[in-house]
């Protein structure tokens, strides 16, 4: 099993990313699906969820409304579209996937400057 985030980088303060989570060796469709971030000197955290099958999701509330998970099963890929992002936003994501035992992958930075 192999989790590849990427789509990290640098953006100001409002601006945009998309995080792309490439799976290979599980099915995103099949597998409850999520994405964590974990600031500098901070714990891990939860911020997405996108549950197998039916594809129903849940956030963080300091992300509700502003972040939105998503697949394309054809591509076997999850999203993390992030608008709005705050300087809080900083930190290094990571895509999981979950059937009974956790996957993860390495992650991806994404810094956002004031």
């Known amino acids: 099993v192999q989790l590849q985030a990427s789509g990290g980088g640098l953006v100001q303060a409002g601006g945009s990313l998309r995080l792309t989570c490439a799976a290979s060796?599980?099915?995103?469709?099949?597998?409850?699906m999520g994405w964590f971030r974990q600031a500098p000197g901070k714990e891990r955290e939860f911020v997405a969820a996108l549950r197998s099958g039916g594809g129903s999701t849940n956030y963080a509330d300091s992300v509700k409304g502003r972040f939105t998970v998503s697949r394309d099963s054809a591509k076997n890929t999850v999203y993390l579209q992030m608008n709005s992002l705050k300087p809080e936003d900083t930190a290094v994501y990571y895509c999981?996937?979950?059937?009974?035992?956790?996957?993860w992958g390495k992650g991806t930075l994404v810094t956002v400057s004031s």
């Open positions: 999981n996937a979950y059937d009974g035992m956790y996957y």
């Open positions: 060796g599980l099915s995103v469709r099949t597998h409850n």
